[in-house]
């Protein structure tokens, strides 16, 4: 029972733990960074050939318009936000460096926000104050680039881009936030801006992609076919990607911990499987005699190992419930100690959670007692079929 318990424990331990790191890695692209479940660029804006020309790679704002009045048309979509990546220089007058920037409509990247749930609604990835539409000029930079450029919340900067066209263009602005990088990797160079400014600057009215938040997730690809073809029956030439084609960090960490997952299920299941098997065959060699006598009266072999195989089943059942015990003690436990952690890819402490995931409670629990089960019917076959008299003569 304590085997068969810790291993329940175990399983729905790290279980919940993947679950949580799923679930917020989901949520954190989708809702907080305001990616959405679906993206919409202009065709090829992915082809290397077509990267180093920005009007090949641009939605228009006439494109854009079309595609808005597409989209907000259908019954599942629930937000639209345009958002513009750009790149160049940030000086605070003295020293200059290269940025990466995203540009969004702020009041739409709220709203895709306000949609989180759990976690990710109740963190905050940003100093100071939030951008807001009226305030074109205020932007944010990431704590790297601040220290690179020796700048506070409040202090001028200027941005310095090539236009669409190819001049050199040059916008004053203001750090109004510090917010944490998308990965590590941009932590000395992530820049964030209203999109009216990104506009300016690039001397251009459009957008590099125009993300969906939809209240439906569940048949996404059947979504984007749909969409697609709407949208090129009016002339666009357009691609729509699913949020999981443009987050690879996702897939390779949850391809990751699905593997860890069924390591650490099958080490289990192969000790509560020998843990069984010991202790129901010492339980079978102590009664030989019983069986012995059981076969005496009458009783099939089939009968005698469906008892132990019962026998088996319950301690599985009980080793469950003591596992739920377990599992509930160490949820308890983490909500008290109130523990924190720095995953990959964050900057900054996030709270340490396990989650409740009734489909693993419900599986780990069936298949540790159909595995219970099944390890008793070996050592009582083994016995059932041996000779009576010795059966009843063993001491």
């Known amino acids: 029972m304590l085997a068969v318990g810790v291993g329940f424990a175990a399983i729905n331990i790290f279980g919940g733990f993947t679950d949580y790191i799923f679930t917020n890695l989901r949520e954190s692209f989708i809702y907080v960074e305001g990616n959405g479940h679906l993206s919409i660029f202009k065709s090829g804006a992915h082809d290397q050939d077509r990267s180093e020309d920005p009007i090949q790679t641009?939605?228009?704002n006439e494109e854009i318009?079309?595609?808005?009045?597409a989209v907000e048309a259908q019954s599942n979509v629930l937000a639209v936000a345009e958002v513009m990546t750009l790149n160049g220089m940030i000086s605070n007058g003295d020293t200059s460096t290269i940025f990466v920037g995203l540009a969004r409509v702020p009041s739409e990247h709220q709203q895709f926000k306000s949609y989180a749930r759990g976690?990710?609604?109740?963190l905050s990835f940003f100093e100071g104050q939030p951008l807001q539409d009226e305030l074109e000029y205020g932007i944010g930079i990431a704590q790297g680039l601040r220290g690179k450029l020796g700048i506070e919340i409040g202090s001028p900067a200027i941005l310095m881009a090539p236009t669409v066209y190819g001049q050199i263009n040059a916008?004053?602005?203001e750090i109004r936030q510090i917010p944490d990088a998308?990965?590590?990797?941009l932590e000395d160079k992530w820049v964030v801006m209203p999109l009216t400014l990104a506009q300016t600057l690039y001397d251009f009215d459009g957008a590099s992609r125009i993300n969906l938040l939809l209240s439906d997730a569940n048949n996404l690809e059947q979504t984007r076919s749909n969409l697609a073809t709407i949208l090129r029956a009016d002339g666009l030439a357009i691609d729509?990607?699913?949020w999981r084609e443009l987050s690879p960090f996702y897939v390779k960490v949850e391809g990751m911990f699905r593997v860890l997952f069924l390591f650490i299920f099958l080490i289990v299941s192969v000790i509560i499987v020998m843990s069984v098997v010991n202790t129901v065959s010492m339980a079978v060699l102590e009664r030989s005699r019983e069986i012995g006598t059981l076969r005496a009266i009458g009783t099939k072999r089939h009968r005698v190992v469906s008892l132990f195989s019962l026998e088996g089943a319950l301690l599985g059942i009980s080793g469950c419930g003591l596992g739920v015990l377990l599992f509930a003690a160490t949820l308890m436990i983490l909500s008290i100690l109130e523990l924190s952690w720095t995953p990959p890819q964050i900057s900054r402490s996030i709270p340490l959670e396990v989650y409740v995931v009734p489909e693993y409670l419900g599986l780990s629990m069936t298949l540790l007692t159909v595995l219970s089960c099944a390890a008793g019917i070996f050592p009582a076959r083994r016995v059932a079929r041996r000779n009576i008299v010795e059966a009843l003569g063993h001491v």
């Open 240 to 242: 729509v990607h699913i």
């Open 65 to 69: 318009s079309q595609i808005r009045a």
């Open 182 to 185: 998308p990965m590590e990797l």
């Open 171 to 173: 916008l004053d602005a």
């Open 119 to 122: 976690l990710m609604a109740r």
């Open 58 to 60: 641009l939605l228009k």
